[in-house]
Each structure stands twice: as C-alpha cells, then as structure tokens.
C-alpha cells in the first residue's frame, strides 16, 4: 500500500499529452472522444450483464428462458453500432488529412536514422548544410546502476535538434542501417525511418521549450538508447544559432589542417570514443556487439587497415562507416586513442592530413 | 496390425505413432502447456528486467532475445498448438465422427512440431545469440542485420507452417466429410464452426507467412534483395506480407477462443445460446474482413492518405460483427439460470477482458490517434487483453469445462475458482498499467526506460509474477484432478451442457461414434 500512496499525478502520468501543437491538440481531443464512447457502451453493456449476474443465478432460484433471438434486436445492434462508426470516422478523417498537409514548409531537415542515434542535416538552398549527430549522454554508469540517475535519464542528448518556433518544419525521415523511428509526443509527429526510403511530416510549434521523445521501432541492441530531443527557440535565437554552427564548422575544418599534440588527439578520442564506439566495444575495449578493442590485432597493426574499418564499415556487420558520422579531426582523434589506450600502447599518432589523405586515396 | 483390437498400444509408442484424436489431442495440450510454461518463463525475465530503471539482470541484446522468443513461443507454440489440441479431442466427438479425417497426417502435424521448437529454443546458446528482432521480424534487421541464428529460426518456421496447414486441412476435411447423419452445417456447435473458419484462414495465410520466410533466407544466403532498397526491394514489403499473414493470424487465435465461449455460456445459463445464426454470420465476417485490414499495424510507414483512409475505415468495420457476439453472449445470459462454476468464471473473464482489449483495438484503428499509440506499451497492453485474457482465459475455461469429460475425473472446484481470482487480478494489475505507461510516451521493446515510468513498471511486474505463478496452481490442479480427482461417471458432466460430446460415457472411451448417432435437434437446443 505504501507503494500506491507515493503514487502522485505529477509522476504518473495516465493520459496521452495534448502536447503542445495544433495537431497534437486534435488528436488528443479524437482520442478522448473515442474513449468516452468505448466507456459508454462498455458502461452500458457490462450493466446489463452484471444485473443479469445478480438477478438471473440460479442459486437465486431463477428458471431459464429459452430464447434464442430476436431478428430486431439483432438488426439494432448491427446498425446501430455502424452509425456511431460513421461519427467516429469523420473527424478521425479531417485529422488525418492534417496530419498529410506537408505543403508550404518554410523549413526543411533531414533525419536519418543510425544504430543508434539520430543525424540531423538542416537543408540549405545554398549548399551549406548544417548536419550534425544527437547521440545518448546518459553515462554508462547511471544505466548500470552505479550512480543516482539524473532527471531526464534516457532522454538526453549531447546535441538537441534545434528549430524556430511558429514555423513549419518539414521533417524528411530516413534511414542508413535498419528501421527506426522517430517519435516527439509533445508535437505528435511519428513516422518510420526506413533505409532506402524518404517519408515526410512536420510540425508548427507555438511555444518555446524542450520536447523529448524516442526511438519507436525495434532497431537491434540500443533500442532503448537512441532519444530524440528537439529545441524549439525563437526564430532570431534559431538564425543565432544557425550562424553559430557555420562559423564552428569552418573552425573545424580550418583545425583539420592543422598538427595536433598528442595529447589534445588521446583528449580529443576519449570523448569521441564514448559517444561513437562504446557502447558496442566497451568502456575497457573489451568488446560486445563488437570486436574487443584492447589487445586487438586490426587495431595494433596495419594503419591502413585499420582507418578502412572505421571511416568504411564492415558490410553485413553492425561496424558502420564512421566516416559519414565523424569529421576528420574526430577521426584522427579516435584512431590515436585507439592505438594508444586499453593497453594497446602502439605508440602511433594519426593526424587529421592523414585521415584526408586516406579518404581522398 | 493383425489382430484387431480396440484399446491404445502400450509403452511409448502409443505416443509415437498413434493416429487417435484423442491421444493426439492430449499430445498437443500439454506440449502447449509445456511451451506456455517456457514462454511464460521468458516474460518473467523481461518483467524482472523491467522492475526498476536501469539495467540490473541481463543485457540489452539478451532482452531483445527474450521478447522474441516470448511472443514466438507463445503465439506459435502455445496459444496455437493448444487450440488445435482442443479442436482434436472435441471435433470429432461434437460432429458425431469416429476420428479425424486424415489420422496418420494428424500424428505428423503434432511429432514435427517437438523438434521446429527444439531448434528454435537452442539458437539461444548459438554464437550471436537467437533472433533479437522481435516476432514481427522486421527486415532488414531480421536479414543483414540478424545474428547467424536466422536460418534456424526460418526453418523452424518453415516446420510450423507445415504443421499448421497439415493441421487445418485435416479440421476442413473432417468437418467437410465425416458429420453424423443429421449434422448439417446449421447444426454445427459454433466451436466447430469457428474451427472450420479458422482452418481455411490458416490455409490461406500460413503459405504467405512460409513466403516471407523464404524471402529472407534468400536475401540473406543467395544475394537477393527483396526487403532491401539498395538491390532495388523495399523493406516495407515485408511489413506488407508480414501483417497479411499476421492480421489474420490473430483471428485464427481468437476464433476459436469465440468458439470455446459460446459452448460454455449457454451450459452454465442453462439457456440455448442467442443468436446462432448471427455468430456464424459474424465470424464469417471477422474472417472476411481479417484479409483487408492488415496496414493498420502499419499506419506510420508513410503509406499514401487514400490507403491510410481505407484501411481504417475497414479496421472500424470489424468492431461490428465483434459487438455482435458480445452482445449475443451477454443475451444469451440474459434471463437464464446461471452458475458460476470456474469454467463459466473464465468465460465472463474472458468477455469483460476480451471486451476492453475490443475497446483498445477500436481506438487503435484511429489512424491518426495511432500515430501517438503506436509501438507504445499501449499496443502492448491492448494485445495481451486480446491474446492473455482473450485466448488464454478461454482456453483455460475450456480445460476446466471438458477436462471431467476426458479423464472422468472432477477437478477441486474450490482450486478452480482460486486460480482464477489469482489470474484475473493478477492479469490486471500486469496489463492495465500498460495503458498508462503508453499513454504516456513509454515506447515497447525496450530494456531500459526513463524514470517517470517507473511506478507503472513496477506495478506491471508484480502483477505479471502473481499472474505468472497462478499457471503453477493450473499444473497442479489438472495433474491432480487426473491423478486423484474425484470420480465422475455421469455422461452429462454439467447439468446444462449440450451437444454430442455429452453422450458418449465418462471418461470418454479411446474410440467414440464407430456408429454414426442420428442427429435431430438443432445445435443447443435443449
């Protein structure tokens, strides 16, 4: 009992959200229109039946009819339950028609869906696309227990999908290795990422605030560790932000030609490491999903052949090609922590020209 | 056999290679028990896992194993194999037949089935681990992303669907060809009806289902690409014939369930079942509309809006003939003279359960509400209220109802009656909270949650621990009953039970109507 007494409404949550759009407002309302009419009837049908478990028991001494139909009554409720059908099937229609309106967007992003975190490209008519990936940042220790788990555990990302309120935003949803699905309750918007296959919905949100969500379809191990967290900001905050994003990826690239200290790689690769390959390798390297990293023979031998693994894949594996996912800085960095942590100690420090060289080659 | 005798051989090839219903019939029962227990045993992992936030038992890509072979094993190894025990034990005895059809392919349909489950049970100690893509396998994840363990798992499916068909061309023939002088089609008690309907969707769907599978092991071992868009297939076209395997599929598990209900009610209403003809009529329907309707497991695809649109409207459609048969069985309560022995406790179960789990779908079919329900733990609560409370609370009402029939036996009553207050609370306090966490945003198949879920969780895996022990008090009591139940010998076990299953001794004898009876009434008169 003490368990349901710490029950308390601001925890539970029993209902679907309204959520914050217009659409997710309609769908809310057809929902619970639809369930007020299954509690009718189910109120109605279950009354007659409990009065005739309590009037009709034989132990009550009552004496069995012998009907057996009743052409009319079987004729009402045929028809009857067809015409609250129809009710039902006309704002369900409207709603979905909405909910089909992917004209006139006035932005575009592509979200592609990877095992397991999202990407997500802003679609520039110059050319100049944003992109980015929005990877899990709940530490491994929360999942395993050994520390208190933050509030919003499983829900957190390292870089939201950011977008201008009042706008329409035109998601276009794929993906690059199996199905997933990206799924917002607040804005109501789900729809599959399909390799090889573009769908489309959007989304218009009035208000200022962070919505999160999750990956809805089955996608192999981290099913349950691929969230989707959206900014919304106002459209000037949205163009800062935008700018912000340009400027550090010139940065980056400018970087990319630059010789890094060793140091600033083995820095650079841990934190790479721990987003892009632990969850599979391990936080020792002692492998799982994948092949172990510590004392690994691809990676304490050739260089070559290592680099082609991670920028390329391993095809019919859940190794992917890193090199669509990090630029080559982070890939530098990650190959000389590689190489270097774990006990590898191979003595090797890969810098950004070589991985250039090496994807151009 | 030389000598002709009429008892059933002795030692274990009795088991082997007989070719009587009724010793196939019991094959089939309690290897379908035997495969509840081990499914049952999975979804205790996944509710121990689910208990708190966090990971705390098994890994991520255990668990996805675990919800596999959870659904797999239950859908294809106990809910279905257990009906197809009830329908040999009864159909011959209700349609007045002295065995099945085909007797020699009906011992094939059952022995091939051990080993399908065999294999499909040891690729959990293959390398790679079983299949981790859920028992929807969905490609690719199913076929370039599968462990190596899929070619045993696609065969075992193979064998299944062999068995599966065997099966159901055996229902069809027997209740086509060997029906007692007397027993036409409108005459039929609907369990035997609902088998008939069932068997031709079987035959229908389980060969799309052997496609589909045959479509994997092709892309994966021979270079094809039929769910992979970079070969030029798609990976929707599985969901496409998957679900139109799948969507009839959960009828060719609740029809019979429907069947079970509608001998059980009338007996303890002492009261001919209402509506004969309009349950006939509407499980026809159900069928019929089963073969349309198969996207709405499908709606966020991105299927264009006209097909959307047609497939809800055709998914409310069914609501129709499903509210037609509650209300049949709540009128044919109706001014009765009721009991409430646990055979009928289960049926008014299943009923109320069966009815929500209704109510859920009919929300579900909402194309637009459904992109908030989908693949939420609200799909999930609403299945098990189909499947758990529909199918397995009618079987169970179904063991209890003929169980003194087949052993001349009567189970404790009192046992009975506790069993299902266990089950029926226990069900409960599993699924309902389901609803919410779904309702809330709590996606299915996941190992790990955020923490707003975690009261819900916690109260579902109680539940699911008290409801999964209560199955233990099942063992027992049939074993007991079997064992040292008291005797019964009255032909008619139950004062209002009717049909021809009725007239021949207790416990029923290995061979029954070697002489046609004559029938003259009509199915459940009285």
Known sequence: ?361 | MGDHHHGPATGVTRWLFTTNHKDIGTMYLWFSFAMFLLGGFFAMVIRAELFQPGMQLVEPAFFNQMTTLHGLVMVFGAIMPSFVGLANWLIPMMIGAPDMALPRMNNWSFWILPPAFLMLASTLFMEGGAPAFGWTFYAPLSTTYAPPSVTFFIFAIHILGVSSIMGSINIIATVMNMRAPGMTYMKMPMFVWTWLITAFLLVAVMPVLAGAVTMMLMDIHFGTSFFSAAGGGDPVLFQHIFWFFGHPEVYIIILPAFGVVSQIIPAFSRKPLFGYASMVYATASIAFLSFVVWAHHMYTVGMPVAGELFFMYATMLIAVPTGVKVFNWISTMWRGSLSFETPMLFSIGFLVLFTLGGFTGLMLSIAPADFQYHDTYFVVAHFHYVMVAGAVFSMTAAVYYWLPKWCGRMYSESMGKIHFWISFIGFNITFFPQHFVGLAGMPRRIPDYALQFADFNMMSSIGAFIYGASQLLFLYNVIATIVSGERVSDEKVWDGAEGLEWTVPTPAPYHTFEEPPLVSKPAGTF
């Open chain 1, 1 to 361: 009992m003490a368990l349901f007494a710490s029950f308390t409404a601001a925890q539970n949550q029993v209902n679907m959200s309204p959520g914050v759009t217009e659409i997710g407002a309609d769908i809310f309302e057809l929902h619970m229109l639809i369930m007020w009419i299954c509690v009718v009837i189910g109120v109605a049908v279950f009354a007659v039946m409990f009065y005739s478990i309590y009037a009709h028991r034989k132990s009550r001494g009552h004496e069995a009819s012998q009907f057996h139909e009743s052409t009319k009554v079987e004729i009402a409720w045929t028809v009857v339950p067809f015409l609250i059908l129809i009710a039902m099937a006309v704002p369900a229609t409207s709603t979905l028609l909405e909910v089909y309106d992917n004209d006139e967007a006035e932005l575009d992003v592509l979200i592609t869906g990877h095992q397991w975190k999202w990407k997500y490209e802003y679609l520039d008519e110059t050319g100049e696309n944003i992109s980015f990936f929005s990877n899990l940042t709940t530490p491994q220790e929360e999942i395993y227990n050994t520390e208190t788990k933050g509030d919003h555990y499983l829900l957190e990302v390292d870089e939201p999908l950011v977008i201008p309120t009042n706008t329409k935003v035109r998601f276009l949803i794929t993906a690059n290795d199996v199905i997933h699905s990206w799924w917002v309750p607040e804005l109501a918007v789900k729809r599959d990422a399909i390799p090889g296959f573009i769908n489309e919905a959007w989304t218009r949100v009035p208000q200022e605030g962070i919505y999160r969500g999750q990956c809805t379809e089955l996608c192999g191990a981290y099913h349950g560790f691929m969230p989707v967290v959206v900014h919304a900001v106002s459209p000037d905050e949205f163009q800062a932000w935008q700018a912000a994003k340009r400027g550090a990826a010139q940065a980056e690239s400018q970087l990319a030609l630059q010789t890094l200290s060793a140091d600033e790689l083995m820095a650079q690769g841990k934190t790479v490491y721990e987003t892009a390959c632990v969850a599979c390798h391990g936080a020792q390297g002692e492998g799982g999903i994948g092949n172990a990293i510590a004392g690994s023979s691809v990676v304490m031998g050739d260089l070559s052949q290592h680099m082609a693994i991670v920028a390329k894949g391993v095809a019919g594996t859940a190794m992917q090609a890193f090199d669509a996912q990090l630029n080559d800085v982070e890939l530098a960095a990650v190959l000389t922590y590689q190489r270097n942590a774990f006990g590898n100690n191979t003595g090797d420090i890969v810098q950004p020209g070589d991985v250039t060289g090496m994807n151009n080659g």
